[in-house]
């Protein structure tokens, strides 16, 4: 490979909007690995949902780029579909609750299942990649970035979930990628924003937030994505993603799969790294495949630019080149072991995970939670008509009773006489009402089981996965 095939096979970018012709031009022009298919991306059909078939025909269009060269292994397409608030795609493939539900249910068996499911229905659609899942381990609500996208509170729920969830996606033809190493859970800064800084020592990281990551190496995960925090103990002011300290202790791990960065173009990085720098400046330290370059031509050149300078060594970019191409003659000649699926498919499975999970933090644990009717507030339109919905089907009126007040992504604490957490559960701890439930999503399977719990009809089997104020871990019904 030439100099500039190598330095193509090292950036996954993006593109705006849902024409993907410009950006087939630039994959097989500068040799590209592939692409991440955004939320911008994805084509809708006139109920503005996906529509699969031209879905799939763009990202056909993207790996026939990415092959354009003559290379005999496949492109990688990939996609941010965690479920819960990060899931690019929506209705008809199924909708998933927040990844903490897994840890509320506590379900390794059903977790694998989840991986398989979302993999299978992403398969057919021409996606390779999901980044996918979140190991980091959450301290609560000082987290202001991962929140319920993290499995569990628990180092070592928050490991064995994470194998599972990325074994389940292997089995469909999906590769994951376990993230954000050296651990986003514990820092108390967004890293779309600003640069998050980690104050904890090696041992204390060891103890907690790498603990996921040694049982995915262990277990074999083929990439592990690294974030945007800076770790002092490791490389005061560098970001993660490009510090060749950070990469030396996760292949001290014994890691020998594909490090790939986090979004490039987030501000953590950008404020610090003008132009083409980062791309340079991530390889150089270890990465071996760099994601979302803001301008992914300016960083092929300062690539190219950096290795005929002196700035960059030939021998890295090849290690780099040669772990990503490496990966994907595997990912080709691998075939899955589960079928693809069509959208939608998983939704029972889905609700079989919130059934799970539902978490009764306050409250009684047998028998209704409600008279025959209720009242509901919060949420948005569509979580209040869920409710009613899945409400009226479990046998509960609407318009009186007890008001169930929900609380979404971010929401403030709630009164009324139940209160109902969507997503993480930390405003229960401040919330007035006397019954407070972890849901853990806003699904309509997941409001069937909010349902179920509250006309007594089925029993609250979720516990928490991280303490919520004076809650600890664990808190739920027996």
């Known amino acids: 490979m030439t100099v500039e095939q190598k330095a193509g096979q090292v950036l996954m970018p993006f593109f705006t909007g849902a024409d993907a012709t410009a950006h087939a031009a630039t994959?097989?022009?500068?040799?590209?690995?592939?692409?991440?298919?955004m939320g911008d991306n994805v084509p809708v059909d006139a109920r503005k949902q996906v529509d699969p078939a031209a879905m799939a025909a763009t990202t056909a269009r993207l790996a026939a780029a990415a092959r354009a060269d003559g290379r005999t292994w496949p492109g990688l397409i990939g996609v941010d579909q965690e479920g819960g608030v990060v899931s690019r795609l929506g209705a008809p493939l199924t909708e998933w609750p927040a990844p903490m539900s897994y840890g509320a249910g506590g379900d390794a068996a059903l977790t694998k299942d989840a991986g398989r499911a979302v993999a299978s229905e992403l398969a057919p659609l021409g996606f390779n990649v999901d980044f996918a899942p979140d190991t980091d381990v959450t301290i609560g609500p000082a987290d202001p970035t991962i929140g319920a996208r993290s499995m569990s509170g628990n180092p070592d729920t928050a490991g064995a979930l994470g194998v599972a969830f990325s074994q389940g996606m292997q089995e469909a033809g999906v590769l994951p990628a376990v993230k954000h190493f050296p651990g986003h859970g514990s820092v108390t800064v967004d890293s779309h924003q600003d640069l998050p800084v980690q104050p904890a020592t090696v041992a204390d990281l060891e103890a907690r937030d790498w603990k996921p990551f040694r049982a995915a190496v262990a277990a074999g995960v083929p990439m592990v994505m690294t974030g945007h925090i800076a770790v002092p103990a490791l490389e005061p002011g560098v970001p993660a993603s490009l510090s060749a300290h950070t990469y030396a202790a996760?292949?001290?791990?014994?890691?020998?799969?594909?490090?790939?960065?986090?979004?490039?173009?987030?501000?953590?990085?950008?404020?610090?790294?003008?132009?083409?720098?980062?791309?340079?400046?991530?390889?150089?330290?270890?990465?071996?495949?760099?994601?979302?370059?803001?301008?992914v031509g300016q960083a092929h050149a300062s690539i190219v630019g950096a290795v005929a300078g002196g700035r960059l060594s030939p021998a890295r970019l090849d290690e780099a080149?040669?772990?990503?191409?490496?990966?994907?003659?595997?990912?080709?000649?691998?075939?899955?072991?589960?079928?693809?699926?069509?959208?939608?498919?998983?939704?029972?499975?889905?609700?079989?995970?919130?059934?799970?999970?539902?978490?009764v933090v306050a409250g009684p644990c047998s028998g209704p939670l409600v008279p025959g009717a209720v009242q509901v507030s919060g949420g948005s339109p569509q979580d209040r008509a869920r409710f009613e919905a899945a409400?009226?089907?479990?046998?509960?009126?609407?318009?009186?009773?007890?008001?169930?007040?929900?609380?979404?992504?971010?929401?403030?604490?709630?009164?009324?006489?139940?209160?109902?957490?969507?997503?993480?559960?930390?405003?229960?701890?401040?919330?007035?009402?006397?019954?407070?439930?972890?849901?853990?999503?806003?699904?309509a399977g997941a409001f069937d089981a909010l349902a179920a719990v509250l006309a007594g009809k089925a029993t609250a089997r979720g516990k928490l996965p991280a303490a919520v104020g004076s809650f600890p871990a664990g808190t739920g019904c027996p």
């Open 250 to 295: 996760l292949r001290g791990m014994g890691f020998k799969g594909v490090a790939v960065t986090d979004a490039l173009n987030m501000g953590a990085v950008q404020k610090q790294y003008p132009e083409g720098s980062a791309a340079v400046a991530a390889l150089a330290a270890g990465a071996d495949l760099l994601l979302m370059p803001t301008d």
């Open 391 to 443: 409400a009226a089907r479990a046998g509960l009126a609407i318009g009186g009773g007890p008001v169930v007040s929900l609380i979404g992504y971010g929401g403030a604490p709630a009164g009324g006489d139940i209160a109902v957490a969507l997503d993480a559960p930390w405003p229960l701890q401040d919330s007035a009402a006397p019954v407070k439930v972890a849901l853990y999503g806003r699904s």
């Open 321 to 359: 080149a040669q772990r990503v191409v490496t990966m994907m003659v595997w990912r080709g000649r691998t075939p899955a072991s589960f079928p693809g699926s069509p959208p939608g498919s998983g939704q029972d499975l889905s609700a079989r995970v919130s059934a799970a999970a539902v978490t």
């Open 27 to 37: 994959i097989e022009r500068l040799h590209l690995a592939g692409s991440i298919i």
